[in-house]
């Protein structure tokens, strides 16, 4: 769960251009959207790609990106569910 | 120096109709004409519906005896403009005229399948097929048919671009700069609109359902609306008996963000407030809107918001003809300018195709069918595009 | 109706920012491709926001900025922008993935950001402008076109500032492409372009924006007196004596042309044969071996008209013929291919 976390800080900054920030930078825990990283509605859909392209995900809705795409542990606790099932 | 700005002639080609007669029959008809697309090969043939229009490039180039190696952008353009021209009775070389068109793809139908050997190799590829890749090129194509020298230019400002290009016809006769200007635009669909409005997840895999609680996306469409503005001296010189005027237009941007509208959609309502002061008109003089009304969550809901803000509960009978062309992107303004002057022509208002539920949020209920016999004195027409760009005109009758 | 250029932003081949002296080193290019010269755009634009924006909105953004600041405002009633190939880079790469993925798994941003009309409402966006926002593309006019709308909207209300630019860009692909036609040259020295041999010009790019007014301020302004486009002309000669007749200015009085020549010989000579028959008593001078050929290379003659003007003189490396006039007003002569030709009149007033 952490090296997924790991990764998936790496790829974020990198699909969304973040070059200011470094994957220490962004908490577990932290907000994505709106407060904290301040990301927006073009970066959720980035994010549905990533999903597609580095973990075979395929997020049919994006209404449930909201909920996915919280922090970045709801993400990593996304891929590992819909990965295992 | 100010005047009227008359409207001569339109025309128009689309999903429902390659004439203004055939396009008021399939309203007349509540014939939509989304469908499969059928003219070019794409892994979203059997997902995405669309409004094409049922001509290949080789027919259409045919019908107006032109090389069939012109993108089709320019095609569709040419066979409107031509229409309008043809329609005005206008002899564009007695005057000084202009061409103003509008497109958001210019010759990319073409440049994409270019592209496939193009990026292989830089060698490869026939360069006939991106000459006329520019936005700009398909103007001088529609131009040069036309024989218009002279002013000439083209507009793109999204899904807005059409009804700038007429805006800005409008204000080069008042300004007495030209006396004739063929106004509107032409966009065609390409996999690269396909797969662009894909990836942002605002296409419905289903006929669109604009303004409706359970809407899902928009279509994408294809087509072309030109209309052919005259200035006093030209009306009154060749007893031009126009049926009705450019009132007020508006330009504005909603600076909220690159590809969503603003939740009270603050530039569709500056757009709509600024042109209805242009016209002198209130909103309660206004008897029809059609709407921008895409399909997609945001920009129905926003834009009904704004048209609540104007008018309360009050609002005159509006539709949404998308559900019928689907979205023609650079060309809607265009087009839909042509469909409200056909409804102050034939005193006619168009249907909202597959309504049913009212958005919750702002209650509104547009019109279910199409409607004639009634009293249309004044048109608005919405178009609002990417990067906030917000435009509304308004028709008035003569 | 004269419009007053209250402050200016260029970005371009040479070092047009900052504060260098005009033209003091101008920069030589061999090849065939001219690249701009570019600022630190973190002086401009949030890095937060940088993150999103290719090259060519950033130029923009940059551009207009500057020319923002000078003239002192903070947002413009206005934002027209000219550009004919648009925003090139995101293009490609959307085309491409689009190909190489057939289809499937496509980044959005690079489609978003594609969109021609992006250059000047990510201006808007970010410094909150709800005014009036348009995009022209009409290929060599397209700059033209911004400052023909900036005009127009000045004259029904002059109270108003006003942002027009012209914004091109040249990227690996376009580049190539380009090639295949034939109108470039093997170049040693691009200052050189213009006194060399030979036959073809350069690839130019830029981003030039200049803040407009319909109101003077004090003394020693600069303005735009006039712009006039002509597709297809069949009658250059009495279309440029016509330009005249709506300015102050009769052709006899035009103290500096400055033409738009290329290099290439059929183009240079049609535009040098109306240019030296209509103003045998003007000085002459060329700006495309400086910026290189692209449709809004006129932005770039635009600003430089308007700096010679505000400063009084003309650099060497910009004259053909020196007709020692003073310099009071500039005319930009510009042709873009066979079927573009444009006016472009400046002068201190």
């Known amino acids: 769960m952490d090296q997924l976390m790991a990764d998936l800080k790496r790829q974020i900054i990198e699909a969304l251009n973040l070059k200011h920030l470094k994957p220490e930078d962004i908490g577990d825990d932290q907000p994505l959207f709106v407060e904290g990283l301040g990301l927006d509605s073009i970066d959720a859909l980035e994010l549905i790609v990533l999903l597609q392209q580095q973990y075979n995900i395929k997020m049919a809705n994006p209404q449930d990106g909201p909920q996915i795409f919280r922090s970045v542990k709801t993400i990593a606790e996304y891929i590992k569910t819909t990965q295992t099932a | 120096m100010k005047g009227r700005v008359y409207v001569a002639g339109t025309g128009v080609i689309s999903a429902i109709g390659n004439s203004i007669p055939e396009t008021l029959k399939s309203f007349e008809n509540h014939s939509s004409g989304i469908g499969k697309v059928s003219l070019f090969d794409t892994i979203h043939e059997n997902?995405?519906?669309?409004?094409?229009?049922?001509?290949?490039?080789t027919q259409l180039a045919d019908n107006l005896s032109v090389n069939s190696s012109l993108s089709r952008t320019a095609l569709l353009g040419i066979q409107a403009a031509r229409e309008a021209v043809a329609a005005s009775r206008v002899n564009v070389s007695k005057w000084r005229t202009g061409l103003i068109s509008a497109t958001t793809v210019g010759?990319?139908?073409?440049?994409?399948?270019f592209f496939v050997d193009f990026l292989k190799n830089p060698s490869k590829g026939r360069l006939r097929n991106v000459v006329h890749h520019e936005c700009g090129s398909s103007t001088e194509l529609i131009a040069d048919d036309l024989g218009v020298n002279g002013f000439i230019s083209t507009i793109n400002t999204a899904c807005s671009s059409s009804v700038n290009?007429?805006?800005?016809?409008?204000r080069l006769i008042r300004h007495n700069i030209l006396d004739v200007v063929i106004a509107g635009g032409t966009d065609a669909l390409s996999k690269f609109t396909m797969n662009g409005f894909n990836s942002l997840m605002i296409l419905d895999r289903n006929p669109c359902r604009p303004f409706d609680a359970g809407r899902n996306g928009l279509n994408l469409g294809e087509g072309a609306g030109f209309v052919v503005l005259v200035s006093d001296t030209v009306k009154e010189e060749t007893r031009l008996k126009p049926s009705c005027f450019v009132s007020g237009y508006a330009n504005t941007n909603d600076a909220y963000h690159q590809t969503a509208s603003s939740p009270e959609g603050r530039g569709s309502f500056a757009a709509m407030q600024k042109a209805l002061a242009m016209a002198e008109l209130s909103p309660e003089n206004i008897d029809y809107i059609n709407l921008h009304g895409t399909g997609t969550l945001n920009n129905d809901l926003s834009e009904g918001t704004a048209v609540k803000r104007l008018y309360?509960?009050?609002y005159p009978r509006l539709s949404s003809t998308k559900a019928f062309t689907g979205h023609t992107l650079g060309a809607s303004g265009g087009i839909e300018a042509v469909f409200s002057i056909m409804a102050l022509e034939q005193q006619c208002v168009f249907p909202n195709l597959r309504f049913e539920t009212p958005i919750p949020e702002i209650d509104m209920k547009p019109q279910l069918s199409f409607e004639s016999d009634i009293k249309v004195n004044h048109v608005m027409s919405n178009s609002f595009g990417f990067g906030g760009n917000c435009?509304?005109?308004?028709f008035s009758r003569m | 109706m004269p419009v007053y250029i209250k402050g200016m932003g260029n970005i371009s081949p040479q070092k047009t920012w900052g504060n260098d002296p005009l033209l003091a080193s101008p920069s030589d290019y061999s090849g065939n491709r001219l690249t701009c010269i570019e600022p630190?755009?973190?002086?401009?634009?949030?890095?937060?926001?940088?993150?999103?924006?290719?090259r060519i909105i950033k130029m923009g953004v940059a551009a207009g900025t500057m020319a923002l600041r000078e003239a002192g405002i903070t947002t413009p009633d206005a934002i027209i922008t000219g550009t004919s190939f648009g925003c090139l880079e995101d293009t490609g790469i959307f085309l491409s993935k689009m190909i190489e993925n057939s289809e499937s798994a496509l980044n959005p941003t690079p489609f978003i950001q594609s969109t021609h009309n992006t250059i000047g409402s990510q201006i808007a966006l970010l410094l909150q402008c709800q005014g009036y926002n348009q995009t022209y593309t009409q290929r060599g006019f397209s700059f033209?076109?911004?400052?023909?709308?900036?005009i127009l909207e000045l004259k029904d209300n002059p109270n108003q500032n006003i942002l027009a630019g012209g914004v091109d860009e040249i990227t690996t692909h376009s580049h190539s492409l380009q090639k295949r036609f034939g109108i470039f040259r093997e170049n040693s020295s691009s200052l050189n372009l213009l006194r060399q041999a030979g036959d073809g010009t350069i690839?130019?790019?830029?981003?030039?924006?200049?803040?407009?007014?319909?109101?003077k301020s004090g003394n020693n302004n600069i303005c735009v007196e006039a712009v006039s486009t002509f597709y297809n002309s069949r009658k250059l000669t009495a279309s440029v004596k016509d330009f005249f007749e709506s300015t102050s200015l009769g052709y006899a009085d035009v103290d500096l042309v400055l033409m738009g020549k290329t290099g290439v010989g059929k183009w240079d000579r049609a535009l040098e044969a109306v240019a030296t028959a209509l103003f045998p008593k003007a000085s002459l001078g060329v700006f495309k071996h400086l910026c290189g050929e692209y449709p809004t290379a006129s932005a770039f003659a635009t600003w430089l008209a308007a700096r010679l003007l505000r400063e009084e003189r003309i650099p060497e490396i910009v004259f053909e013929k020196n007709a020692e006039r003073p310099l009071r007003n500039i005319l930009i002569f510009n042709s873009y291919f066979e079927k573009y030709h444009s006016l472009v009149l400046l002068r201190t007033c």
Request: charge should be negative; avoid cysteine; charged fraction near 25%.
């Open chain 2, 47 to 57: 997902t995405l519906p669309v409004g094409e229009v049922k001509i290949p490039n």
């Open chain 2, 165 to 170: 290009a007429i805006a800005l016809g409008a």
């Open chain 2, 312 to 314: 309360g509960d009050n």
């Open chain 2, 391 to 394: 435009s509304s005109i308004i």
């Open chain 3, 144 to 150: 033209e076109h911004s400052l023909i709308d900036a």
């Open chain 3, 203 to 215: 690839n130019g790019e830029g981003a030039v924006y200049l803040a407009l007014s319909g109101e």
């Open chain 2, 107 to 113: 010759g990319m139908d073409k440049t994409e399948n």
């Open chain 3, 40 to 54: 630190d755009y973190g002086q401009f634009v949030d890095v937060r926001q940088l993150r999103r924006m290719s």
